[in-house]
């Protein structure tokens, strides 16, 4: 089983919808992230959470938002999906206590809004 | 603020050539640097990484050093195979606050043919 763990893989939504994107680790970190990865662009962070009580804005927070709701998940919702919210979405990991700032990522949820 | 550009892609090359992949940053204080893959349908892995100026990450055939004359952490490696075909992004993390965020480069995709 995959450590890191994204729902669904695979989503088509209409303009307009309330969509989730959920994620569940099972390693134990306490900092979770949400990056977007369009081509060209390579991945710019949304939201990031280093505990359950402590979210912050990324770069690209407009038209988002996030709920910690246990230290293993972290879902990212779209109020209001709009096409150029079509994109990769990946979910991310980190330890605090190991210093190390290595991020280990799930598969991805590839969003289309039509 | 802190940035990361990598050479454009996509590199076609064919198998047991030599691979360089260049990544310059810009950055405040003492980043760490990573390379990050990620192979068709799959989110990303770390490759490799390096924490301070002049250290060498190494794996799997691939190495990057830490320049920081230069600011950069250029990828390369001997002889590639067919099984190297992927994207990969260049990212570094900025050492203040030790967030662990992750800024990307565009990411070069890569393909080697037999």
């Known amino acids: 089983d995959a450590d890191v763990t994204q729902t669904p893989r695979n989503r088509i939504t209409k303009t307009g919808k309330r969509i989730m994107l959920e994620c569940s680790q099972t390693?134990?970190?306490?900092?979770m992230y949400w990056y977007r990865q369009d081509p060209g662009l390579g991945l710019r962070l949304i939201y990031y959470?280093?505990?359950?009580?402590?979210?912050n804005k990324g770069e690209i927070s407009d038209g988002y938002s996030v709920s910690r709701q246990a230290q293993a998940k972290f879902s990212l919702s779209l109020e209001s999906a709009i096409p150029n919210q079509t994109a990769l979405y990946f979910c991310?990991?980190?330890?605090?206590?190991?210093?190390?700032?290595?991020?280990?990522f799930g598969q991805g949820t590839r969003l289309t809004v039509v | 603020g802190n940035s990361v550009t990598q050479m454009e892609g996509p590199v076609t090359l064919s198998e047991e050539a030599f691979l360089t992949i260049n990544c310059t940053y810009t950055?405040?204080?003492?980043?760490?640097l990573f390379w990050y893959v990620q192979y068709p349908g799959e989110g990303l892995q770390l490759l490799l990484k390096?924490?301070?100026?002049?250290d060498k990450g190494s794996n799997k055939g691939f190495e990057a050093t830490y320049r920081k004359e230069t600011t950069s952490f250029h990828l390369e490696k001997g002889s590639v195979q067919v099984s190297d075909s992927a994207v990969y992004f260049c990212?570094?993390?900025?050492?203040?606050?030790?967030?662990?965020?992750?800024?990307f480069g565009q990411g070069t995709t890569l393909q080697v043919k037999p």
């Open positions: 990212a570094l993390s900025g050492r203040s606050g030790n967030t662990g965020k992750l800024i």
């Open positions: 390096a924490t301070k100026a002049d």
């Open positions: 991310a990991t980190s330890d605090s206590r190991t210093g190390d700032t290595e991020a280990f």
């Open positions: 959470s280093f505990d359950v009580k402590d979210i």
């Open positions: 390693k134990g970190h306490d900092r």
């Open positions: 950055a405040t204080g003492y980043p760490s």
